[in-house]
Structure formats: C-alpha cells, structure tokens
C-alpha cells in the first residue's frame, strides 16, 4: 500500500469541530459533508484538494469530540493518509474504522511544509518528502490495519471476510 500527493499541512490541536464545522452534521451525504472540511481555518482547502493529497498536522490532531464524521470528510474530500506527531486516540480509532490512513511521525511532521509533494510506503513506514528528497521513519501498519485500510474501513473489512468464509 501506498500513497502520493501534495501536502496540506495545519499545526497543533486542530480539533473535529475544525475539521468539520458541527453545523454542517445533519448533511446526510459524504461528498456534501466533505465541502465543508477545514473551512474554519483554511477556506481553500476544498477549492484545491486533489484525490491523493496529503494531510500533514503537528500535536493532538484530531481532539475534541468522538464524531466518527472528521477521518470521513478527509477521506471523503480526497486526502489518502494524514501524518502528524500525535493523534487524539479517539480520531485515531475512528480513521482506522473508516478506512483513512494515518501515521504519527514527529520528523515529517517538522519537515514537511505545505505543497511539498510526498509518498508514503504503508508496508515500511518510510515517508519520502520528494521536494525535498528526504525521508522519514513511522512505524509500519500492522497487516490487520492494512486489511482494514485497503477494504475502505473495518465493517467493508468484516464484509469482505464473511463473504470469504461463505464462498
């Protein structure tokens, strides 16, 4: 597993009510939800975001509430995997469920900086910072959390596995 793109970078504490505003909550449809993202500190972030992108944040990414809808408007906008130096345990969680890739990674999360184009090996950890060709070390996933990941989230993962175990 891998991915590519630019780079979309916030500092520390960017909250779920950041990532998506809770007045926007009783949209019913991802890609509607999904115009809404960031839009509290970064109105241009739907107008640029290209499928691939990459999110890059510093400490406590993703605290505040347990709102499973903050890793799905990032997902859903188009970002494939989001770096940053440490995630809310919550945010973390819920990404894993719903299929977006994250890595902690203090060094990338320092180095990168905004519109630097980046690749990330999911099966090594390595980040590559192509702009700057540099590369960083986060731990690798697991193969579980990769399975979770490539099937879109865990219950598309549960489904896949009890389609198998039916065959």
């Known amino acids: 597993m891998n991915a590519k793109g630019f780079v979309h970078k916030y500092g520390d504490n960017v909250?779920?009510?950041?990532?998506?505003?809770?007045?926007?909550?009783?949209?019913?449809?991802?890609?509607?939800?999904?115009?809404?993202c960031m839009e509290d500190i970064d109105t241009n972030f739907v107008k640029v975001v290209q499928c691939g992108d990459v999110m890059v944040g510093g400490y406590n990414f993703g605290c505040g509430s347990s709102?499973?809808?903050?890793?799905?408007?990032?997902?859903?906008?188009?970002?494939s995997c989001v770096i940053?130096?440490?995630?809310?345990?919550?945010?973390?969680?819920?990404?894993?469920n719903i299929g977006?890739?994250?890595?902690?990674?203090?060094?990338?999360?320092?180095?990168?900086?905004?519109?630097?184009?980046?690749s990330v090996?999911?099966?090594t950890g390595l980040i590559t910072n192509v702009t700057k060709n540099e590369t960083y070390e986060s731990l690798p996933f697991p193969e579980f959390?990769?399975?979770?990941?490539?099937?879109?989230?865990?219950l598309a993962s549960i489904q896949a596995k009890q389609g198998k175990a039916e065959e």
């Open 15 to 36: 909250d779920t009510d950041v990532i998506i505003p809770a007045r926007y909550l009783n949209i019913a449809d991802k890609r509607e939800l999904a115009t809404h």
């Open 67 to 79: 709102r499973e809808h903050a890793p799905m408007v990032i997902k859903e906008s188009g970002i």
């Open 84 to 96: 940053a130096k440490t995630f809310a345990r919550i945010f973390y969680r819920n990404a894993i």
């Open 100 to 118: 977006l890739a994250i890595l902690e990674c203090p060094e990338a999360s320092e180095r990168i900086e905004a519109g630097d184009e980046v």
């Open 121 to 123: 090996d999911f099966d």
């Open 145 to 154: 959390i990769k399975e979770i990941i490539a099937a879109g989230g865990l």
